[in-house]
T-cell receptor, first 115, second 113 residues
């Protein structure tokens, strides 16, 4: 079974440029998460989707970040414009959902460097 | 709020040495506790978990016991291998139907042959 797929794995951009990250969750997983992982820290949740609905985006900086999950499968996270402080690893995870905890499976992440 | 504090790294060990990574937590209610591992170039993987007090999670020779009286969930392995070199994260989910993982900062472990 394929795991969570993310692309690109690495991205280098100049500040003020836009950037987008793509995530394909495990087949059949209704719940999708985007996490931000700063260097030397643990991941922090940005947004959670149940199917195509963003059910928790309270930690997403909405002035520059946006996300979508059209058709409830793949998801895209966008930053526009990027700032130096956005340099980090962006992780996508998925789970089978439900009201009780289901293991979250993580992708390898996209490492963003903003120059 | 929920928080997890884990031992700072990096930790460097020789093969067959004993490994302990300390983890303590602050949370309301009755959280579930987890250890995740991130091998070089790979995504986070669930290593083990415990959902109630005194539960012991175990996997791949690693163990951790949920200690409510000391709010701790220390990770141990009796004899490490080079392949155990990774970053280890302690995490929790608050009880009930909470889904939000709260992670510690991670501990980098390097095992030398």
């Amino acid at each position: 079974e394929a795991g969570v797929v993310q692309s690109p794995r690495y991205k280098i951009i100049e500040k003020k440029q836009p950037v987008a990250f793509w995530c394909n969750p495990i087949s059949g997983h209704n719940t999708l998460y985007w996490y931000l992982q700063n260097l030397g820290q643990g991941p922090e949740l940005l947004i959670r989707y149940e199917n195509e609905e963003a059910v928790d985006d309270s930690q997403l900086p909405k002035d520059r970040f946006s996300a979508e999950r059209l058709k409830g499968v793949d998801s895209t996270l966008k930053i526009q414009p990027a700032e130096l402080g956005d340099s980090a690893v962006y992780l996508c995870a998925s789970s089978s959902g439900g009201i009780s905890y289901n293991e979250q499976f993580f992708g390898p992440g996209t490492r963003l460097t903003v120059l | 709020g929920n928080s997890v504090t884990q031992m700072e790294g990096p930790v460097t060990l020789s093969e067959e040495a004993f490994l302990t990574i300390n983890c303590t937590y602050t949370a309301t209610g009755y959280p579930s506790l987890f250890w995740y591992v991130q091998y070089p170039g790979e995504g986070l993987q669930l290593l083990l978990k415990a959902t109630k007090a005194d539960d012991k999670g175990s996997n791949k020779g690693f163990e951790a016991t949920y200690r409510k009286e000391t709010t701790s969930f220390h990770l141990e392995k009796g004899s490490v291998q080079v392949s155990d070199s990774a970053v280890y994260f302690c995490a929790l989910i608050r009880g009930g139907n909470d889904y939000k993982l709260s992670f510690g900062a991670g501990t980098t472990v390097t095992v030398r042959a």
